[in-house]
């Protein structure tokens, strides 16, 4: 039961810190709004095109 | 009113537990402060360290930053943050704690923090450490908490912006220039310490160089086969990563090791190239991919390098104070323990770099602002024990073989027998076949002036790493760290390089407009390829110069490091007193005097000493003056190699001296500021009005059991909320 929650909780960590939750959160919302969702493709080259004009930088 | 907020916020305090529990952490880490404090010529454990860095660390947190949370800074959890009232899931984004926690530490540690301390072991552990635990508690979590803060308090406001709108346009343009110039030397040193690390090692070149193509097919993956599968992606990623760095041990086999045997130079213009095309490729290609191995990689070599602490529980060869931070006669870098230990660590105890993320992507994503201390404070705290962990690997080694590696190749003559005697010169002891079992053991041609510090940490790693993990593995762990440590200098390049070429294109886009819109492909690439051609000509520079780069070029860029924190340590202060806070202007006021001493007297030195090893410009006077004697002086061994010291000491000199001026201007600027509104008891400041918030999040690591039942019922009103209107 706890190892299983531990791994449930790594599990959702990884997925909001890769940004991969931002698909399922989407989904959610269109379920909620009765929209029809676009294509994960689709999804995701909005996000990589947003990428492509905001800058993060790293730092030493 | 927020002080009724902080008054809510103090629960029940002084439990019989918590005082215990509060009582025994004070107790370890001044155990561990003495021990550390009063040990000499003894062995003393490494992990002396590690705990009383955890036990400072530990009440600092509990403590000072509660302090600045609601005392200095007044959180105020009743007032919407920007990603609250915006929310456009975009730029905006309301972010977990927790993971928001992730993404800011992975965005301001990167190599710095493992560098600094590396080289400031040459004067002996006890100084790096004090600096480094003292100076993140009082100077660098708390600069970038509050940075954190005031940026937040300001829809996310850039640390330029900042500057402009609150000191003045003078102390602006200061400012902006000053970013600018400091992040070009911060990307050419980095790109100097990869250099380093990858001249004459095959091994490390074939693994580094694979990264591009795991990267590139990251990205395709990503794009064309399965979008979004990021975990998926990254793990394949990985395991590649570590596939290439096995495969580098067979090299020789492969018949490749001639071709890979690459000099300083040739690695120079690779990085000049890559640099550019990686900050005019579609991110989706290289930047964003390589993002995420390096980022992994990160926090996993962090994490394994903690345990193998505590498994190898390793003793430290340094001595406590060696008699370098006295005279100032290191070989690794040159002056006094003050300001130079001061200076040389820069990340990992005060980074004024920190300042420009904690004003940049981070506050647009805060849920709600008592979370600032955790990310803020928190965040700066682990990075600090990052550096911690580099200085303990720096400081395992054995003295001798320490300062063999980073010594100038000028000084060692750069094979065995004259590094041999250079050392026991020093007063240290290795034998030339000792040294060049060394190399042997992690499979390397030499380690004979391998400066940087790069190769230092990663010996270091690899002997704490096969002590805890098992033995015959030395070469892997060495090459493993050497690839860690590229992997993400190597990230923040490509980035820096981007950030660097939307600055300049932001910039010139106020006179003329076109020129700023960062899709139109002319403007891209000339301004990309000037900012890769400064960083690249200064990179150059140092790989060429025969007093060695590192010595040369790390003081520049850890002094410019801190001036860039002094700049950002003046807006906090200036905040303070428009805010009618002048009563807690102290607490950035005390880093503020503290940095700007450090800086300036180093800034002094470096311009203005008369010892020719430390004045830049004494520098240049002597060794122009033996020219035009005819003389050569060591270890110039040509005509042409001293005109080439001549020409660096004087930009170097020229560059440490604008920066400094530069730093002054915007002090000079905000003092007037700070009279009038010490005077008035205010002034008025760009902070946007309070907005009533809505949301509920627990402000900390750990919720509480109030804090868990509050959200809960907050998720269930917003459910039924979202019922009715469904309903609708």
Redesign the interface.
Known sequence: MTVLTAFRGVRW????????AK?DEYLERCR?EGRKPTS??D???HR?D??????????? | MSSVTSEQRTRPRSSPRSIAVWGAVAVVGAVCWAVLALSRGENVSALWILFAALASYAIAYRFYSRFIAYRVLRLDDTRATPAERFHDGVDYDITDRRVLFGHHFAAIAGAGPLVGPVLAAQMGYLPGTIWIIVGVILAGAVQDMVVLFFSMRRNGKSLGQMVREEIGVVGGIAALIAVFAIMIIILAVLALVVVNALAESPWGVFSISLTIPIALFMGFYLRYLRPGRIMEVTAIGVALLLLAIIGGGYVEQMGLSETLTLSKEQLVVGLVVYGFVASILPVWMLLTPRDYLSTFMKVGVIVLLAFGLMIARPVLENQAVTDFAIDGTGPVFAGKLFPFVFITIACGALSGFHALISSGTTPKMVAKESQVRMIGYGGMLMESFVAISALIAASVIDQGLYFAINSPAGATGGEPGAAAEFVSTLGFSISPADLTAAAQSIEEETLISRTGGAPTLAFGISLIFSKAFGGGLAAFWYHFAIMFEALFILTAVDAGTRVGRFMLQDTIGNVWPKFGDVSWKPAAWSASAVVVGLWGYILYLGVTDPLGGINQLFPLFGISNQLLAAIALTLCVTLMFKHGKAKYAWVPGLPLTWALITTMTASFQKVFSSDPRIGYFEQRNTYQAALDNGELLAPATDADQMNQIIANSTLNGVLQALFALLTITVVLSAIPIWVRAARSGGLPTTEVPHETSHLVAPSDFFATKEEKEAVRAYEKSQDQLAGTRGGH
């Open positions: 960590y990884l997925k909001q810190f890769t940004g991969e698909w909620a994960r493709r999804f995701e080259r990589a947003h990428r492509e004009r905001s800058t993060q930088s790293r730092c030493c």
